[in-house]
């Protein structure tokens, strides 16, 4: 089965610009996360949805950042302003179940994303 | 609050040598632990998860919930296994609805 896919690889922007990155999960699963991952540092948790329905935005920066999974499959993170400690990679993944379980989940490449 | 802790960044072994990563753990209710796997230029993957109890690629990991921990070990340590390892904890305390939460990581390096 093909993977999760992500786009674009990579990203250099001014801060104060925006920017968006997008995910097509694996066919079928109906969980998804957006993970920022700083250098040096394990993945950290921005953004879980269920189908089209966020079930958990805790450590989402909402006045800057923004998510959203119209029709339950593909999803973008959007970044506006960016900061200079918005420097990271962004990790889509996706997982088979629901959030009552604990399943594996399927990371894609990732965005790395550069704000000079 | 769940948090975990991989206290080694780094730890370098030579081929057949045993090796241990560690890791530890915060957590109130009952965890699932994972341990996920980077490769050079490859995505990150879950190499093995301590409610199926298996040897992946000749590594083990065994819950200790008196000591908190969940160690990862294998007895004789190949070139191919040098990536970077990330320790995760997935829990519900709280309504978290399961998220997983990742320590640092410990880059293992293998040297011939």
């Known amino acids: 089965e093909a993977g999760v896919a992500q786009s674009p690889r990579y990203k250099i922007i001014e801060k104060r610009q925006s920017v968006a990155f997008w995910c097509n999960p694996i066919?079928?699963?109906?969980?998804l996360y957006w993970y920022q991952q700083i250098l040096g540092q394990g993945p950290k948790l921005l953004i879980q949805?269920?189908?089209?329905?966020?079930?958990?935005d805790s450590q989402l920066p909402k006045d800057r950042f923004s998510a959203e999974r119209l029709k339950g499959v593909d999803s973008t993170l959007k970044i506006q302003p960016a900061k200079l400690e918005d420097s990271a990679v962004y990790l889509c993944?996706?997982?088979?179940?629901?959030?009552?379980?604990?399943?594996?989940?399927?990371f894609g490449p990732g965005t790395r994303l550069t704000v000079t | 609050a769940q948090r975990v802790t991989q206290p080694e960044k780094l730890l370098s072994v030579f081929k057949g040598a045993p090796v241990e990563l560690k890791c530890n753990y915060s957590?109130?209710?009952?965890?699932?632990l994972f341990w996920y796997v980077q490769y050079s230029r490859q995505r990150l993957q879950l190499l093995l998860r301590?409610?199926s109890r298996e040897s992946i690629k000749g590594f083990t990991a065994d819950l200790n919930k008196g000591e908190t921990s969940f160690h990862l070990k294998k007895p004789f340590a190949q070139e191919e296994d040098s990536a970077m390892y990330y320790c995760?904890?997935?829990?519900?305390?709280?309504?978290?609805?399961?998220?997983?939460?990742f320590g640092k990581g410990t880059l293992l390096t293998v040297n011939p």
């Open positions: 993944a996706s997982s088979p179940r629901g959030q009552s379980f604990s399943y594996e989940q399927y």
């Open positions: 066919s079928g699963h109906a969980t």
């Open positions: 949805f269920q189908n089209n329905g966020v079930v958990d």
């Open positions: 957590y109130s209710g009952s965890p699932e």
């Open positions: 301590h409610i």
């Open positions: 995760a904890l997935s829990g519900n305390s709280g309504g978290s609805n399961y998220k997983l939460t």
